[in-house]
């Protein structure tokens, strides 16, 4: 079985600079590819790096809404030069209004900035939404999209708001994360999604699986867990017992949908 990766963050800083190891792990563990996204552009450069040294890794670049406040002058300059240098998506991009104290002025304004970048350019974008389904829903419908698609990074929207999502191009990537037994709503939700716009993803090193279902543990420089990205496996055989096929049936599944949207990069 080949396995996708729809979106992690291999250059955190949590992973202590044993990158090399975790690949040659993925690799074992039959990982194909994996979306590598920055989220800022002090990271962009650790992504890019990563992309030449592995063609396992297909990098993303693009503002965090977490990390907005580091906005240079220049930001979206430097957002078009980095897409010129390799083959990559745009994102982690998105609206939160989740988080404690984060201001939400100015995360429509860089968001669609970037989705505009994204859609003149027919790059796959993978976006970022916490409690803010209804307005990101509002500005993909009047604002220019990417024809290739674009993925909602571990979809934790209404399940009623997934068929009006999936017409305006979106895919759904389901992580290790909803595996646990309190997420029941979240996974639920992920029967409504169509099955050609399914995807799969670890997020790694965050949202960590079950401690039933981890394959690899992994600590961080102080001994904290970190989510290993040779998990991904997991995740679809976690999935895949939820929706009640083989993980084979699943794989080859996700692979033809990753394929459709990122198969040109």
């Given at each position: 079985?080949?396995?996708?990766?729809?979106?992690?963050?291999?250059?955190?800083?949590?992973?202590?600079?044993?990158?090399?190891?975790?690949?040659?792990?993925?690799?074992?563990?039959?990982?194909?590819?994996?979306?590598?996204?920055?989220?800022?552009e002090?990271?962009?450069?650790?992504?890019?790096?990563?992309a030449?040294?592995?063609?396992?890794?297909?990098?993303?670049?693009?503002?965090?809404?977490?990390?907005?406040?580091?906005l240079?002058?220049?930001?979206?300059?430097?957002?078009?030069?980095?897409?010129?240098?390799?083959?990559?998506a745009?994102?982690?991009i998105?609206?939160?209004?989740?988080?404690?104290?984060?201001?939400?002025?100015?995360?429509?304004?860089?968001?669609?900035?970037?989705?505009?970048?994204?859609?003149?350019r027919?790059?796959?974008?993978?976006i970022?939404?916490?409690?803010?389904?209804?307005?990101?829903l509002?500005?993909?419908?009047?604002?220019?999209?990417?024809?290739?698609?674009?993925?909602?990074?571990?979809?934790?929207?209404?399940a009623?708001?997934?068929?009006?999502?999936?017409?305006?191009?979106?895919?759904?990537?389901?992580?290790?994360?909803?595996?646990?037994?309190?997420?029941?709503?979240?996974r639920?939700?992920?029967?409504?999604?169509?099955?050609?716009?399914?995807?799969?993803?670890?997020?790694?090193?965050?949202?960590?699986?079950?401690?039933?279902?981890?394959?690899?543990?992994?600590?961080?420089?102080?001994?904290?867990?970190?989510?290993?990205?040779?998990?991904?496996?997991a995740?679809?055989?976690g999935?895949?017992?939820?929706?009640g096929?083989?993980?084979?049936?699943?794989?080859?599944?996700?692979?033809?949908?990753?394929?459709?949207?990122?198969g040109?990069?």
């Amino acid at each position: 079985m080949k396995f996708y990766d729809a979106h992690n963050h291999l250059q955190d800083d949590r992973f202590s600079g044993r990158q090399t190891e975790l690949l040659t792990a993925c690799e074992k563990a039959g990982i194909k590819r994996m979306v590598v996204n920055g989220a800022c552009e002090e990271d962009w450069p650790q992504v890019l790096q990563l992309a030449r040294e592995n063609q396992m890794v297909l990098p993303s670049f693009g503002y965090h809404p977490w990390y907005l406040h580091e906005l240079t002058p220049d930001w979206l300059a430097n957002l078009k030069k980095i897409l010129d240098a390799v083959p990559s998506a745009v994102g982690e991009i998105g609206l939160d209004r989740w988080k404690p104290d984060l201001p939400y002025a100015g995360q429509e304004e860089a968001f669609l900035a970037q989705l505009q970048v994204a859609a003149g350019r027919n790059l796959p974008v993978s976006i970022h939404c916490l409690q803010a389904w209804g307005r990101l829903l509002e500005l993909l419908q009047s604002h220019p999209r990417p024809a290739c698609g674009f993925v909602l990074h571990s979809f934790g929207g209404p399940a009623e708001m997934i068929p009006a999502f999936a017409k305006l191009g979106a895919y759904f990537s389901f992580p290790g994360y909803f595996l646990h037994e309190r997420k029941w709503k979240q996974r639920a939700a992920f029967k409504n999604v169509p099955p050609d716009r399914l995807l799969v993803e670890t997020d790694a090193p965050d949202q960590p699986l079950p401690a039933a279902n981890i394959l690899v543990r992994l600590a961080d420089g102080n001994a904290k867990p970190v989510n290993h990205p040779a998990n991904l496996p997991a995740v679809y055989a976690g999935l895949a017992a939820f929706f009640g096929i083989k993980t084979e049936s699943l794989a080859a599944l996700v692979e033809e949908n990753f394929l459709r949207l990122f198969g040109n990069l």
